[in-house]
């Protein structure tokens, strides 16, 4: 499977001349979503959701179809009938040919006084691939590559590193890192590769990795 980063929270997964796109948001490139076969999206956020992107993607892809909670669901169905299809934790489901399982029902605590949103995270091919979306869902199965939200306003380090200990992958690839600047950067990659216990791993957007 190749794995390649788009800006933010986004990545696109390419086998056997299918795509499956996750959250191609407003920080991701404008063609972040194009030629995707399937479409996957943990919640409603802006930098997670982009209804311009979606619709670019369907459109130019009428084959495509979007898998995504009932929040994102609601604001873009009616221009796609039967080709968004809402799912929830414990669904499985084929999309593109990737075997997907949902994890997870809750958005992390931003601050007590902001209500919590629904956000779902996506299982691939039996944890090859693992991204929880603005959570840190542990998904209760192996999984070989992390997508890490390395950065948000709802997280500190110690958390990024906790999690990586608690869901053991083989290697962590940072998702969610638009909000980290590159000076800063060292200071994360050497705390979470040295006190996570998985390979931490990198990629420039547009850059890719078999995994």
């Not at 996750?22 to 404008?30: A, M, Q, R, V």
């Amino acid at each position: 499977m190749k794995l390649t980063k788009k800006s933010h929270a986004c990545v696109r997964l390419e086998k056997d001349g299918r795509t499956l796109v996750l959250d191609p948001g407003g920080f991701s490139e404008e063609d972040a979503a194009l030629g995707a076969d399937a479409i996957l999206v943990t919640h409603e956020h802006p930098d997670h959701f982009d209804e311009f992107r979606l619709r670019a993607a369907m459109e130019n892809n009428p084959a495509a179809r979007i898998w995504t909670l009932k929040s994102v669901a609601e604001k873009i169905s009616s221009a796609f009938p039967g080709r968004v299809h809402t799912v929830g934790h414990g669904d499985t489901f084929t999309a593109a040919g990737f075997e997907i399982q949902v994890h997870g029902e809750l958005h992390a605590v931003i601050h007590p006084d902001i209500p919590r949103i629904t956000n779902v995270g996506f299982l691939v091919d039996g944890g090859k691939v693992f991204h929880p979306g603005d959570a840190f869902t542990v998904p209760g199965h192996r999984v070989e590559t992390l997508m890490l939200p390395v950065m948000a306003p709802w997280s500190k380090i110690s958390e990024v590193i906790d999690y990586v200990r608690e869901v053991k992958p083989q290697r962590a690839y940072d998702v969610h890192d638009a909000y980290l600047t590159d000076l800063a950067r060292p200071i994360y990659d050497r705390q979470i590769g040295q006190l996570g216990g998985s390979e931490h791993l990198r990629l420039t957007p547009g850059d890719s990795a078999e995994v």
